[in-house]
């Protein structure tokens, strides 16, 4: 008698999980393909539409392209010997999170960087460690940690050439870089 009821229990559960893939796997994945910004809106709420609202024209199917769009904003920059990322970031770094929280196929490298004051080891691991903030704030925001990685180029890719404050100010940073582009 257990045997009979959980035999149907079985066919029962996996009937059931089998209607809902069919229905809930197609029209998602059609309507992140056709990228419309209405189907963003009604899947990922207010704040993906926010994201894909601001997109308009030729770049509403992809708002990281369009430079009217806080998504095209892609490096913050750190104080001296800091890896605290500063609050007028913030905004810039939360619509990446609920973009990546929208679009779970989507995947970035957060390069970290430093200022050319320092060993090599030293400027390696500050990288490393702006890298893994941004990181640890995006997953704060909605994205996963596999959508993520990080790695440090330390001073070796300095964004400005100089010796003076204003060249170090630039140099320190985090670039997002998302994959494909």
Not at 1 to 28: E, H, N, W, Y
Not at 143 to 153: G, L, P
Not at 163 to 169: F, G, I, K, P, R
Request: aromatic letters at 6%; glycine letters at 8%; a neutral charge.
């Amino acid at each position: 008698m257990r045997r009979i009821l959980f035999t149907m229990l079985c066919a029962l559960v996996l009937a059931g999980c089998q209607t809902t893939t069919s229905k809930d796997a197609g029209a998602p994945v059609e309507e992140r393909d056709a990228s419309a910004a209405t189907s963003g809106a009604t899947t990922s709420g207010t704040s993906g539409a926010g994201v894909n609202g601001a997109a308009t024209g030729a770049n509403a199917r992809n708002p990281l392209k369009d430079p009217n769009n806080i998504l095209s904003k892609r490096i913050v920059y750190f104080d001296y010997d800091s890896y605290v990322i500063k609050d007028e970031y913030k905004p810039m770094v939360e619509a990446h999170g609920r973009y990546l929280q929208a679009n779970r196929n989507a995947r970035m490298t957060i390069q970290g960087h430093t200022d050319e004051r320092g060993s090599r080891e030293y400027n390696i691991a500050l990288g490393q460690r702006r890298a893994d903030a941004l990181k640890k704030l995006l997953v704060l925001y909605g994205a996963t940690e596999i959508q993520i990685e990080t790695v440090s180029f330390g001073k070796e890719k300095p964004r400005r050439d100089g010796h003076d404050e204003s060249a170090w100010a630039e140099n320190r940073r985090d670039e997002i870089v998302f994959v494909g582009e």
